[in-house]
């Protein structure tokens, strides 16, 4: 069963198309629940939205070996465990990941037998418009993702890329790519 690795530049899509996936297949896709140092925001469940730990079990659990991928973020440190994506794998589901561009690095370095998937904005120009369109980001923070944007693209990462210059179609591709690797893990989980 082969976990989706998605990443892009922020304002792409891709969160868009997982938070679509999700709610369509419950039953067929599952995103892997990430570990932080970060404190919980309001409404954030520890086990749902993330795991909430403290920076020296996180720094326990790098030295074991146990993450796939992690990196520092404001401050704070990500990661995704090999045991997130198998607690999803268990249930016969397809997990998805949502990684920044070094995490897809550190997988591709990793045992995981993934499919790796990069969504573009059909340009620059459309990726701008739709940061600025958002109000989240200030000119200097704007700049950074736009930097992160061109380094996202580098083709030897990914198995499959979407160009999302239309939603619909740009999100048909994706379960294209997707439904297929559910149709494996369901074989999968049914032999065992």
């Known amino acids: 069963m082969r976990p989706l690795v ?13 938070q679509r996936a999700l709610h369509t297949y419950p039953d067929t896709f599952a995103l892997s629940v990430s570990h932080t140092t970060r404190t919980p925001r309001p409404g954030e469940t520890d086990g749902v939205h993330y795991y909430f730990t403290d920076r020296d079990t996180f720094y326990d659990m790098i030295e074991k070996g146990e993450f796939l991928e992690y990196a520092t973020f404001g401050g ?10 198998e607690d999803v794998q268990k249930t016969g589901k ?12 550190n997988i591709r370095k990793s045992t995981l037998d993934a499919v790796f998937v990069v969504v ?35 083709p030897t990462l990914f198995d499959h890329k979407i160009v999302n210059d239309d939603l619909e179609k740009a999100y048909q591709q994706f379960i294209n ?13 049914e032999a065992s």
Not at 94 to 105: A, H, K, S, T, Y
Not at 177 to 189: H, S, Y
């Open 94 to 105: 397809v997990c998805i990941l949502d990684v920044e561009l070094n995490g897809v690095r």
């Open 76 to 85: 704070n440190l990500y990661g995704t465990s090999r045991k997130a994506v």
């Open 120 to 154: 573009t904005a059909p340009d620059m120009q459309t990726l701008t418009e739709r940061l600025r369109g958002r109000k989240t980001e200030t000119e200097e923070s704007l700049q950074k993702r736009l930097k992160h944007a061109v380094e996202d693209l580098n």
């Open 177 to 189: 790519i997707a439904l297929p690797e559910q149709k494996q893990a369901q074989k999968t989980f």
């Open 6 to 18: 998605l990443s892009g530049p922020s304002g792409s899509g891709k969160s868009t198309f997982i």
